[in-house]
């Protein structure tokens, strides 16, 4: 199963049944949101190391969520779409940096009365956790991507994430809002290599690229089983020449 493309302070809520806007708009949960916002291309909505005083569910858009290294270089461990839910933060300080890749709309809750939520309602409290165990299990699969994966299985693994997302996993129609520098800095690659994993996959006919933001998937079988590595796949990894398979993973 390709898990969405998340972190795990990032929980999905809207596709299992249970957003909370969704139950304050029904009645059951009145007072809960504090407030709906709007956040332009680009805009921040929290930054690593405020205190987290909401929560915020996304109603339309996409987030990325970043997180910046000691030495100025940044890593995205998700992107967030409708029905995600932002800052669940244990410890009251949110650990990494929300920044809106299209204009999003927000849902802000206040942190006590999203508590309060949880505490009154157990039904809401046993989905809450059963969506942070499948998020937990998605970044397992991300530690593996990351850890063992090469260039050509992270960027076939990011595509089916995708198609995931869309209409329960049958779209082959992409949108791709974020930059081929986004891709990048989620998978751990240059954009250098992105750019050339795309053109690979659609001169081998598994991609079409429609737009700079748009792609089609043409062999989604092909292209899962290169997500899992598997050794019968025709495709060839994107290789510099001269270099062997294991010197190539080595230096992702």
Same mark, same amino acid.
């Given at each position: !199963?390709?898990?969405?493309?998340?972190?795990?302070?990032?929980?999905? $809520?809207?596709?299992?049944?249970?957003?909370?806007?969704?139950?304050?708009?029904?009645?059951?949960?009145?007072?809960?949101? $504090?407030?709906?916002?709007?956040?332009?291309?680009?805009?921040?909505?929290?930054?690593?190391?405020?205190?987290?005083?909401?929560?915020?569910?996304?109603?339309?858009?996409?987030?990325?969520?970043?997180?910046?290294?000691?030495?100025?270089?940044?890593?995205?461990?998700?992107?967030?779409?409708?029905?995600?839910?932002?800052?669940?933060?244990?410890?009251?300080?949110?650990?990494?940096?929300?920044?809106?890749? $299209?204009?999003? $709309?927000?849902?802000?809750?206040?942190?006590?009365?999203?508590?309060?939520?949880?505490?009154?309602?157990?039904?809401?409290?046993?989905?809450?956790?059963? *969506?942070?165990?499948?998020?937990?299990?998605?970044?397992?699969?991300? !530690?593996?991507?990351?850890?063992?994966?090469?260039? !050509?299985?992270?960027?076939?693994?990011?595509?089916?994430?995708?198609?995931?997302?869309?209409?329960?996993?049958?779209?082959?129609?992409?949108?791709?809002? !974020?930059?081929?520098?986004?891709?990048?800095?989620?998978?751990?690659?240059?954009?250098?290599?992105?750019?050339?994993?795309?053109?690979?996959?659609?001169?081998?006919?598994?991609?079409?690229?429609?737009?700079?933001?748009?792609?089609?998937?043409?062999?989604?079988?092909?292209?899962?089983?290169?997500?899992?590595?598997?050794?019968?796949?025709?495709?060839?990894?994107?290789?510099? *020449?001269? &270099?062997? &398979?294991?010197?190539?993973?080595?230096?992702?």
């Amino acid at each position: !199963m390709y898990a969405p493309a998340v972190s795990n302070t990032s929980v999905k $809520t809207a596709f299992a049944g249970y957003s909370p806007s969704t139950r304050c708009k029904d009645g059951r949960h009145p007072a809960v949101i $504090t407030s709906l916002q709007r956040k332009a291309q680009g805009e921040i909505v929290f930054t690593e190391g405020d205190e987290a005083n909401s929560v915020y569910e996304i109603v339309s858009g996409m987030i990325r969520l970043v997180k910046l290294l000691p030495d100025g270089r940044r890593q995205i461990t998700g992107f967030c779409a409708s029905g995600h839910l932002l800052g669940l933060a244990p410890e009251g300080v949110h650990v990494y940096t929300a920044e809106a890749i $299209t204009e999003v $709309t927000l849902c802000r809750y206040g942190r006590a009365a999203f508590e309060r939520l949880i505490e009154e309602t157990p039904s809401f409290a046993k989905q809450l956790l059963a *969506a942070t165990s499948h998020e937990l299990s998605a970044n397992q699969d991300q !530690m593996l991507l990351l850890g063992r994966k090469t260039a !050509m299985e992270r960027v076939a693994s990011f595509f089916l994430r995708l198609a995931e997302r869309h209409a329960g996993g049958d779209a082959d129609c992409l949108d791709i809002p !974020m930059t081929r520098y986004d891709i990048a800095d989620y998978l751990g690659l240059t954009v250098e290599t992105v750019s050339r994993t795309f053109t690979k996959l659609k001169q081998d006919g598994l991609i079409e690229l429609l737009a700079p933001t748009r792609i089609m998937i043409r062999d989604r079988g092909q292209l899962e089983e290169l997500a899992i590595g598997s050794a019968d796949s025709p495709f060839s990894e994107l290789l510099p *020449a001269g &270099k062997t &398979k294991k010197h190539s993973e080595k230096h992702l």
